[in-house]
């Protein structure tokens, strides 16, 4: 019979192996899964009940949020504020850091999260997926929590992981310790290992890019794309495009199968001249997941990891996935640089 070693007890034996663990992490942990089967309850949903639909208002930064988006995050906020061991949150859906509320206990860890990831895509039965990071706090524990508890470079994440909710529901994470996957068996309500040690080919064949804003990218982002789509390069052959549209199902193919996701700077909106992507909620966690799957994640010139991190929604370009193919990406912005 199959071993079927839920993530609880995956995080029981990993706990085991840290001196002087306390079973906070272990408590903040379930907490998530439990909030990432809620939130797949309702995403399943969402095709029969009157969860759809725009409410109408946007968020901080000027975009549509959709009620699903909101219900996910009033969900993590609840359960994340009660598991005991937070000192405070952050939310893509939320201007600032989220405090936990007075009166609940408080812990060293700080988890940053986008509730629903993807969200353009609720309406139309595409995966959207649920992105978290989480790091200890660096001032002291009874001192009064420092904005800089809270922007600390990727570098120092103690895990991170995303929920893809698709044709299964699958949560992948890492705790510095390689990455892991877990699927949801929905009859028994458990994530069961079912991708153990999870690492990214070398080199893809697929890359996975919004093409239709080419005319807004750089010089080097235009080369990069003719390098993956030529004759002429590692593979001797053009590389497939694959783009869905929702980081988590993007990022989560070329994982298993290789591959490189983009989303690069462009000049279409002068206030994000960084892409779309943020820093905090979205390239970090995946930077750390796919640097322990064996592959790298930059910004064309500088690794996502030690990139400082100086406000809660900054943006950052984003180039993530098979090792081969990024430094690739690395290579091609270095030519350029050198050329002036
Ligand atoms: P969101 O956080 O508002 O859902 O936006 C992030 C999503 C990513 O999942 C995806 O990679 C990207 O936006 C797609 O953007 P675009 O439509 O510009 O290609
Ligand atoms: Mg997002």
């Known amino acids: 019979m199959p071993q079927q070693v839920t993530v609880t007890e995956h995080l029981l034996l990993h706990q085991k192996r840290i001196p002087g663990a306390t079973g906070q992490f ?7 899964v439990l909030s990432a089967k809620i939130i797949n309850r309702e995403v399943n949903k969402a095709g029969l009940v009157d969860v759809l639909g725009f409410t109408g208002k946007t968020n901080v930064q000027g975009e549509e949020v959709k009620k699903l988006d909101e219900y996910a995050n009033r969900i993590l906020i609840h359960r994340l504020a009660r598991s005991g061991v937070l000192c405070a949150m952050a939310s893509e859906e939320n ?3 989220i405090e936990v509320p007075h009166g609940l206990p408080l812990g060293d860890y700080v988890c940053i999260f986008d509730p629903l990831d993807g969200s353009s895509n609720i309406d139309v039965n595409v995966n959207i997926g649920t992105i978290f990071s989480i790091f200890k706090r660096v001032s002291p524990e009874d001192s009064h929590l420092l904005s800089t ?6 570098l120092h994440q ?12 699958m949560l992948v994470f890492t705790t510095g310790d390689g990455v892991h996957g877990f699927t949801l068996d929905p009859g028994v309500g458990e994530f069961l290992l079912s991708h153990p040690n999870i690492r990214i080919p070398e080199q893809g064949r697929v890359y996975s890019v919004n093409e239709g804003y080419s005319s807004y990218w750089d010089e080097p982002t235009k080369e990069i794309l003719e390098y993956f789509k030529s004759t002429d390069n590692n593979r001797r052959k053009p ?21 490189i996701f983009m989303y690069p700077a ?9 892409g779309k992507l943020r820093l905090t909620c979205e390239a970090n966690p995946m930077a750390f997941i796919v640097e322990q799957a064996g ?11 030690e990139l ?19 430094l690739k990406v690395r290579e091609i912005y270095r030519e350029h640089d050198a050329k002036g």
């Open 149 to 154: 508890d809270v922007l600390q470079a990727g």
């Open 26 to 32: 272990t408590r903040l942990f379930n907490e998530i």
């Open 295 to 305: 592959g790298m994640a930059v910004d064309g010139r500088n690794r996502i990891l």
């Open 158 to 169: 103690v895990a991170a992981g995303y929920v893809l909710y698709g044709t299964s529901t």
């Open 95 to 97: 201007a600032d850091i």
């Open 239 to 259: 590389y497939s495009g694959r783009y869905i549209g929702s980081l988590v199902a993007d990022f989560h193919r070329n994982l298993i199968y290789g591959g």
């Open 308 to 326: 400082e991190v100086e406000n809660l929604h900054q943006r950052t370009p984003l180039f993530i996935g098979s090792r081969e193919d990024v």
């Open 266 to 274: 462009d000049n279409r909106d002068p206030k994000k001249p960084e």
